[in-house]
């Protein structure tokens, strides 16, 4: 079964440049999330949806950051416009929010490098 | 508010002896779910044992066991027989039973196999 598809695998842009980054979950999950990873800050949750609909977007760091699921299959996060502290690896995880003890997975994540 | 609190930031073992990562929560809950997931430095999220609150019995999978202790909000997790493959960040995270889908992580342990 293939798992969460992210792309790009990499980004590398130039400040001011729209970035965006996509997401395919697995088949079946209705729960969608949004991470971002820095050596500093650790993992931190971005924004999460249910059912296609934002629950929780009170770790988007700010309006420069957008995210929509138009459908059950799809995501996007969006920078506009990119800054170099934008530079971490994202992550996007799936689960079925209908049982607890399921557990996220994972995508293999974007490596973001604003120049 | 949930927290998940992992202590050491970097733990090294010996090649085919047992490791034991530490992880502490703080919530008013009752039922709860926890999991441990692994990250090498191919960057994917790897989930790699979970916990029921309301299950005492320790869950293990093959190598990797969990020492749950409710009372303590204590979930370590036990590596036997430890091996190269094992080198990689370990996260503790901590998701309710209902209401909000998000999980919380922890800042994560490093992980170091000594040949």
């Known amino acids: 079964d293939a798992g969460v598809i992210q792309s790009p695998r990499h980004e590398v842009t130039e400040m001011g440049q729209e970035v965006t980054l996509r997401c395919k979950p697995i088949?079946?999950?209705?729960?969608l999330f949004w991470y971002r990873q820095t050596m500093m800050r650790g993992l931190e949750l971005l924004i999460y949806f249910n059912n296609n609909v934002p629950i929780d977007d009170s770790g988007m760091p700010e309006d420069r950051f957008s995210a929509k699921m138009p459908n059950a299959s799809f995501s996007t996060l969006k920078i506009q416009p990119s800054e170099p502290r934008d530079s971490a690896v994202y992550f996007c995880?799936?689960?079925?929010?209908?049982?607890?003890?399921?557990?996220?997975?994972f995508g293999d994540g974007t490596r973001l490098s604003i120049l | 508010a949930q927290t998940v609190t992992q202590s050491q930031p970097e733990m090294s073992v010996q090649e085919a002896e047992t490791v034991t990562l530490s992880c502490t929560y703080d919530?008013?809950?009752?039922?709860?779910?926890l999991f441990w997931y692994k990250q090498p430095p191919s960057r994917q999220m790897i989930l790699v044992i979970r916990?029921?609150?309301?299950?005492?019995q320790n869950a293990t999978e093959n190598r990797f066991s969990v020492n749950f202790q409710k009372a303590a909000k204590s979930f370590s997790l036990k590596i036997s027989d430890s091996q190269l493959g094992d080198a990689a960040m370990y996260f503790c995270?901590?998701?309710?039973?209902?209401?909000?889908?998000?999980?919380?992580f922890g800042t994560g342990t490093r992980l170091k196999v000594l040949a």
């Open positions: 916990q029921e609150a309301y299950k005492q």
């Open positions: 995270a901590y998701r309710v039973t209902s209401g909000t889908y998000k999980y919380i």
């Open positions: 995880a799936s689960s079925f929010s209908g049982d607890g003890n399921q557990p996220q997975h």
């Open positions: 919530t008013s809950e009752s039922d709860y779910y």
């Open positions: 088949s079946g999950h209705n729960s």
